[in-house]
């Protein structure tokens, strides 16, 4: 796996790879998963992709992202779907000048519409550029499926003595009210879902199958 941090110019002179971009955030993962969870996950996915393309690079990561509905937990940081759009077509209106082209993985959902529209737009420019974003059938924010993946990623970084269940109902029924009032007001812990019975072993494999799809959803991209 190449880090385009870790070269420099010469080693970009005369080819054109394709730039993998970790797209995560900075907020609140509940009282035991680290603030930089969903960056986390992107980085490994695209490291994955990295270590089965040679003809990938990947970039250092963005770890902030729109998450203003996790205001109101110490920590989180947010840029906001404006901002977030505005850097994502820039840095794709750059990277045309030294890759082939840009893919996006996105570990926040809550970047997703401003992440369309930015792609949107530069494909509309001509730009070769496609987005991925993971999704995991489970609860929805800190619970099994993210603790389970940060297990496998940063187990250091868990604080298992720390997780307790959350607001367990269906995102369906909470999304009027996250949307208005964030997730503060329907789950004072800032956790959707369960933590119980997260294990390495699961994280591991949902890892393994959400590489799986990016590495073949690149492959005909590429073709």
């Not at 035991?32 to 969903?38: E, Q, V």
């Not at 792609?119 to 987005?131: D, F, L, N």
Request: net charge negative; proline share 7%; charged share 20%.
């Amino acid at each position: 796996m190449t880090a385009l941090g870790n070269m420099t110019w010469p080693d970009l002179d005369g080819v054109k790879p394709v730039l993998a971009v970790p797209l995560g955030s900075t907020e609140q993962h509940g009282p035991h998963l680290p603030l930089s969870t969903d960056t986390d996950i992107a980085v490994v996915l695209c490291e994955l992709l990295a270590a089965e393309r040679d003809d990938v690079v990947v970039a250092p990561p963005l770890p902030y992202g729109s998450s203003g509905e996790h205001a109101g937990f110490p920590g989180t940081l947010s840029i906001g779907q404006e901002a977030f759009e505005r850097l994502v077509l820039e840095l794709v209106r750059s990277a045309a000048a030294s890759f082939a082209g840009v893919i996006f993985v996105c570990g926040h959902g809550g970047n997703a519409e401003a992440l369309l529209r930015a792609v949107t737009q530069a494909r509309a420019e001509g730009r070769e550029v496609m987005m991925f974003l993971p999704r995991w059938d489970g609860d929805p924010h800190a619970g099994r499926i993210e603790t389970s993946m940060m297990l496998a990623v940063r187990p250091d970084w868990v604080r298992l003595e720390m997780a307790e269940p959350g607001n367990e109902e269906a995102l369906q029924v909470l999304l009027p009210r996250l949307r208005d009032e964030g997730v503060r007001a329907v789950s004072p812990n800032g956790v959707l879902g369960d933590p119980t019975g997260a294990s390495e072993a699961e994280g591991a494999s949902l890892l393994d199958q959400a590489a799986t799809r990016l590495i073949a959803d690149v492959a005909r991209w590429r073709r």
